[in-house]
């Protein structure tokens, strides 16, 4: 039997750890690793789908790859796009293992 396969899951890649989204994480912000090429209804959608929330806002942003010296000469770290998620009032998503 084959896997079912979720598009919303090709939507949000992976949730962003660290101590500012976690500092988020109070205010219902949550921040995730998004496709390159999904628009914000497309994260509302996704995320509400996948975590059984209401979603009030989605605030994206472009991360350019950072050019870092390798013994080669220049590499670039990959670019990335990130949401930052805002959930209803008095709802949160578990993304930190509390």
């Known amino acids: 039997m084959a896997a079912i396969h979720n598009p919303a899951h090709d939507v949000i890649i992976k949730p962003v750890v660290s101590e500012k989204?976690?500092?988020?994480?109070?205010?219902?912000?949550?921040?995730?690793?998004?496709?390159?090429?999904?628009?914000?209804?497309?994260?509302?959608?996704?995320?509400?789908?996948?975590?059984?929330?209401?979603?009030?806002?989605?605030?994206?942003?472009?991360?350019?790859?950072?050019?870092?010296?390798?013994?080669?000469?220049?590499?670039q770290r990959v670019s990335q796009k990130r949401a930052i998620v805002t959930v209803a009032e008095g709802q949160t998503i578990d993304i930190f293992g509390n």
Not at 47 to 75: C, M, S
């Open 21 to 75: 989204s976690y500092a988020n994480s109070d205010r219902g912000q949550y921040t995730f690793v998004v496709a390159g090429d999904a628009n914000k209804v497309q994260i509302k959608q996704a995320v509400e789908q996948i975590f059984k929330v209401k979603v009030t806002n989605v605030n994206t942003l472009n991360r350019a790859g950072k050019v870092k010296r390798t013994r080669f000469g220049f590499g």
